[in-house]
């Protein structure tokens, strides 16, 4: 029984120098560039099989990338060799959790009414969950969150312990709002600036 003939797949000039390109260049990814050797080969009329024995790849594989760069004839070179986005793991943590967390970890290490020498992350996980910012966490996520601020509360005394505002938490959604919509008013020409001086 006679296999079926693939589609063919036709390039223009533009699209042809840039796949020739990514393949010459050096910094180009292995996987990208192999992907560009495909739909050249595709281009220059070689079969699937001839394809991927030359490319020492599978077919299956030479099947997809073919297949999606016809799907993707509106997008531009790089983004038809692109894989597919992924969804990933939701993050655990809102944004205003995470600016809650670092903001008590600012305030004067006081746990359960008794006051402490320095915060911990422990005892800011268990004063997280304490005041309802977050069911649990553990003392890892605390860390890794201050790390990211670099934030050591448990070195600093004193000059960063201010007070809670009293409407902190309507404030932080307001920034995280912001920075949330930051990149869709860039695309309109809005500019999003940070002016907050206070160190603290």
């Not at 001839?50 to 490319?55: C, F, Q, S």
């Not at 915060?119 to 790390?147: P, Q």
Request: glycine share 4%; with cysteine; aromatic share 4%.
């Amino acid at each position: 029984m006679p296999r079926c003939a693939p589609i063919p797949v036709s390039l223009t000039d533009k699209e042809r120098t840039q796949l020739e390109a990514l393949v010459r260049q050096h910094t180009t990814a292995q996987q990208l560039a192999t992907r560009a050797r495909i739909i050249l080969a595709a281009d220059a009329g070689t079969g699937v099989h001839e394809t991927a024995a030359t490319l020492q790849v599978s077919r299956s594989l030479v099947q997809r990338w073919r297949r999606r760069w016809r799907e993707r004839a509106d997008h531009p070179v790089l983004e038809r060799l692109s894989d597919n986005p992924r969804s990933g793991t939701p993050p655990t943590f809102t944004p205003e959790q995470i600016c809650a967390i670092i903001a008590l970890a600012c305030e004067p290490a006081v746990r359960e009414g008794v006051k402490l020498a320095r915060w911990t992350h422990e005892d800011l996980a268990e004063e997280a969950k304490a005041r309802g910012i977050v069911d649990a966490i553990s003392a890892h996520s605390i860390g890794r969150f201050l790390r990211e601020v670099d934030l050591k509360p448990h070195r600093v005394q004193g000059w960063i312990n201010t007070p809670r505002d009293g409407d902190f938490a309507e404030r932080c959604r307001d920034v995280c709002e912001t920075y949330r919509l930051a990149p869709e008013r860039a695309a309109e020409g809005i500019e999003t600036r940070s002016i907050d001086e206070m160190t603290g």
